[in-house]
């Protein structure tokens, strides 16, 4: 009936004016989404640092990698030439990809990689999320030196809810080796050892002057005397949580991992590897040199760490001639300093916008362990890990390993047998003092191919356990295809009482990549309204190659908008 009025009543019924409004309605959904095309040659480039020429593989031969800067609703369509001599796929880090899990990038997982001289097309949409991510390669540990920032603006005609600032700013920092990172990688899983330690962080490629030979090169930003600056700081570290910080400088923290918080201010923030965070900075000091800093946050026990600091400059344009030449430094906390950890991130606060409705019940109620382990073996070179072992890592104590015949999406879409397994457990084989003094017998996973299916529109909840196997830390676990709500966490063993009695299903932190907490937990929540096949793991990346993931089956739902999308025809092959 209403739609009837609206035809007779409508004045632009038929004729010109109703021609031209459609016109218009049509140009204007032109200018809201548009289609972003990019090319990516992954290629190897001679590069120079700490005083040492070596080559890495680079994106276009950038280091780090060009940005990828789009709008809310844009289509992106990234075309990815693999000219460098090992296979390679790009995984774009916290995009939804929503039906399009094809796209997502995780080798092995969601695809078979590019092999060298191939080329693949990755296709997507993004839908509804706005903010600060990054891409990187998803592909053995290629993702040292193959990544880059992936900023998503708001739709043209919307804002930012914050002023605009001035400038933007893609702070992305990074862990440099002078070693081949794939002769690392090698020489770590042939001995079962923990990996060397890194030689530098970085600051958008460069170590900056504390390190050797890299005071002429380091990162300088130029910020005129009261303006308000967006830093949207990436850590793409392989390996490392780092603090940052701006020497006098106040943060205002308004977003992290493409999604806006209720803004807080603080002198220091911690970044796991993967995570996001955007900062407003205003340049309200005396006119002057700073630095801005990153150093580790390092939480394992007894384990060597790479203990040195990267720098940036951020330098006043008003600077009068004669003024400080070095720079102020930053206080940074010291490396293990928990307490200001957990106090910047428990301030995370959503903003609404992000969660319309957090459930109040899951439909599936998960307990995952997540925490090391060492394997038994023969001594002898292959058994250098503590007391004659190899390495290991594990999710409910199975140790994820990835197929090599095809992609788990490719064998579960076209149900090849024989790939992987539905029965991860739910929660964990054997209940033990997770945090605790646990016993030897424990500290031995299983290898599995293990996956864990969900319906579509599950309410999902899951616990995530550090354990205290080889040592408690600090895990920054990330699940692809999702964001969630970061509900509660907290230190030693989660108690389903108590602390569910204390969740925040009021304004949690949407995130997409959790530092569960070292020695401790951290419970998150989504809607599984996104099918396919999605990989859960940590963002360390040594710890993922020790096997500390797992990966859910999500099924399709009702209709074209709740199913997986045929896969695309260049598809790389195994
Ligand atoms: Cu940013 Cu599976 O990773």
């Not at 299916?453 to 990330?478: F, M, N, W």
């Not at 966490?489 to 204390?502: C, E, I, L, S, V």
Request: net charge positive; charged share 15%.
């Amino acid at each position: 009936m209403e739609s009837q009025n609206n035809t007779s009543l409508n004045p632009f019924c038929n004729g010109f004016l109703a021609k031209l409004f459609v016109m218009l309605t049509v140009l204007a959904s032109l200018a809201n989404a548009d289609v972003y095309h990019q090319e990516f040659v992954v290629q190897e480039t001679k590069i120079t640092r700490l005083c040492k020429t070596k080559t890495i593989i680079t994106v276009n031969g950038q280091f780090p990698g060009p940005t990828v800067a789009v709008r809310n609703g844009d289509d992106v369509v990234i075309k990815v030439t693999n000219r460098a001599r090992y296979n390679v796929t790009i995984h774009w880090h916290g995009l939804r990809q929503m039906r399009t899990p094809w796209a997502d990038g995780p080798e092995y997982v969601t695809q078979c990689p590019i092999m060298p001289g191939g080329t693949y097309t990755y296709r997507f949409k993004i839908e509804n999320q706005e903010g600060t991510l990054w891409w990187h390669a998803h592909s053995r540990w290629l993702r040292a030196t193959v990544y880059g920032a992936f900023i998503i603006y708001p739709k043209s005609g919307s804002h930012f809810p914050f002023s605009q600032p001035k400038k933007d700013i893609p702070i992305l920092l990074g862990e440099w080796w002078n070693r081949d990172i794939i002769a690392l990688q090698r020489q770590t899983q042939f001995t079962g050892a923990a990996p060397n330690i890194s030689n530098a962080y970085t600051i958008n490629g460069q170590p900056g002057d504390l390190y050797r030979c890299s005071s002429q090169d380091t990162v300088k930003f130029s910020v005129s005397p009261g303006e308000t600056v967006l830093l949207r700081v990436i850590n793409a570290a392989l390996n490392q949580q780092l603090f940052f910080s701006v020497a006098n400088h106040k943060l205002q923290v308004v977003g992290a991992d493409a999604a806006y918080n209720k803004p807080f201010t603080t002198n220091v923030i911690m970044v796991g590897p993967g995570q996001t965070t955007n900062v407003l900075l205003t340049a309200d000091q005396p006119p002057a040199r700073y630095y801005m800093a990153a150093r580790a946050y390092a939480t394992a026990q007894n384990a060597a760490f790479d203990n040195t600091t990267t720098t940036a400059v951020l330098e006043y344009t008003n600077l009068r001639p004669g003024a400080n030449s070095r720079p102020l430094m930053p206080q940074l906390p010291f490396f293990n300093d928990t307490a200001t950890a957990t106090a910047f991130t428990t301030q995370l606060r959503s903003v609404p916008s992000n969660n319309p409705t957090v459930f109040k019940q899951p439909d599936e109620s998960l307990f995952f362990t997540v925490g090391l382990g060492l394997v038994n073996c023969t001594p002898g070179p292959r058994c250098q890990g503590p007391n004659n072992t190899r390495f290991a890592a594990s999710m409910n104590n199975v140790s994820f390993v990835l197929p090599r015949r095809t992609s788990l999406l490719q064998a579960y879409y076209n149900n090849i047998p024989g790939i992987y397994t539905v029965d991860f457990p739910p929660v964990p084989p054997v209940q033990f003092d997770y945090t605790g003094n646990v016993s030897r017998g424990l500290w031995q996973p299983q290898p599995g191919t293990k996956l864990y299916k969900i319906k579509y529109g599950s309410r999902v909840q899951i616990v995530l356990q550090d354990t205290a196997i080889v040592t408690t830390e600090d895990h920054p676990i990330h699940l692809h295809g999702y964001h969630f709500w970061v509900v509660g966490q907290g230190f030693g063993n989660f108690n389903p009482q108590t602390d569910t009695a204390k969740f925040n299903l009021v304004d949690p932190p949407v995130r997409n990549t959790i530092d569960v907490p070292v020695g401790g937990w951290a419970v998150i929540r989504f809607f599984a309204d996104n099918p396919g096949v999605w990989l859960m793991h940590c963002h360390i990346d040594s710890h993922l190659a020790w096997g500390l993931a797992m990966a859910f089956i999500v099924e399709n739902g009702q209709g074209e908008s709740q199913t997986v999308e045929p896969p695309p025809l260049d598809l790389p092959r195994c």
